[in-house]
Structures are given as C-alpha cells and as structure tokens.
C-alpha cells in the first residue's frame, strides 16, 4: 500500500538470494544483517520469519534440494538412457562442481551444525537424503532386473556407493590439492564398472 511498511519480499527471493550470496561471497559473509539488506527486510524481520540462521540455512539448503531433485527427476526418468547412463547422470549431479560449490558449502555447513540440532531438523535433513537414497535405489533394482547389472542388494549399493560419494565430493567442495571433480568422476565410474556392469 503507497506510503505504508513494505511488504516482506516472498520467502523464495530470501532464499534465492541467500543461495546468490553464499554462491559469490562465502558462507561467512551470509548474516542476518546483509541478508536483510539484499532483500529489503530488517535482520529483525529475518529472525521473525526464520527464527534463527540455523532455520534459514536449512530452509535455504530444503529450497536448493528441491531444485535439484526436480533436475534429478528429469534425468532419471529419460526413457532413451539406459540404467548405466541414468546413474552417470546422477553422479553427475551428486558431485560438487568444484571448490567452495554453493549447494555443497550449505551442505557442510548445515552437517556441521546438525550436531546441536533439534529432532525436527535432523528429520528434515534425513528427508533429504533419503529422496537421494530412494532414487538410487530404484536406479540399482531397475539394473539388475534389467540384467544389465550384476545382481546385488540395491538398497545396500546404494548406502555404499553414496557414502563413496560423499567422501570423494568433500574433498571436491573443500578443494582438497589433488583431487578435482573430474579425477572423482573417473575414481566413481570405475568403480561402478567393476562392481556392477554384468559383463565386467
């Protein structure tokens, strides 16, 4: 309404614009206060909306999951790919892009703190995973009933290999010295071809 408070922006422009901020300048220059002033709010009106940075960066990292699981879905369910290209695919996402990736900073940060959080936020973090771990599983199952992969318990791979992956993406997003996104997608690929192409 003209002359009257501004209205608070919606909650994805907050989002988005933590994800932006976290993307150009670091995890450690996201407070409260430049938030606020990125988005046209008060840090007081971030906290009344959030409730704490740890609320805002989880609710930050649920809105950029919810983006990639959306890409994931497509790449997933692309019927020319086979099962082998539709996991290249999803490890393709899984990695970090490279040191300091955004999504993976988050990601570390939001671990990092899970130590001190309440059952609700670690539930909703469980949740993340297990949408990865979910689509794995399906993706596994799908091979072997395929025959185009050895017979193995999909659900059990799929814990094996994301931890794999977890690890190796660490070392990408932390820009650990010699490793780089492409050695770990060698390191994954090759795995996978020893221990699940029926032919290998």
């Given amino acids: 309404m003209a002359g009257g408070r501004r209205q608070a922006p919606p909650r994805d422009e907050v989002l988005v614009a933590a994800m932006e901020m976290i993307a150009e300048r670091g995890l450690e220059k996201l407070t409260m206060a430049a938030l606020g002033r990125a988005v046209g709010m008060s840090s007081g009106h971030l906290l009344y909306y959030f409730h704490s940075k740890d609320e805002l960066l989880l609710q930050t990292l649920e809105w950029s999951e919810g983006r990639l699981g959306a890409e994931r879905g497509r790449l997933l369910t692309r019927a020319s ?44 973090q469980a949740a993340i995973e297990g949408a990865w771990h979910r689509d794995l599983v399906a993706l596994l199952a799908e091979g072997v009933s395929r025959g185009e992969f050895r017979p193995v318990d999909p659900d059990r791979f799929a814990a094996r290999l994301r931890a794999l992956l977890d ?14 996104r492409a050695q770990i997608l060698g390191h994954v690929r090759e795995f996978l071809d020893e221990s699940l192409l029926a032919d290998a």
């Fill in 81 to 124: 790919a086979t099962v082998r290209e539709r996991i290249d695919a999803y490890v393709d996402l899984y990695v970090p892009d490279g040191h300091r990736d955004p999504h993976w900073t988050l990601w570390l940060e939001v671990w990092n703190r899970s130590q001190n959080a309440d059952d609700d936020a670690r539930d909703r």
């Fill in 167 to 180: 690890g190796f993406s660490i070392h990408v997003a932390i820009g650990l010295r010699g490793t780089d």
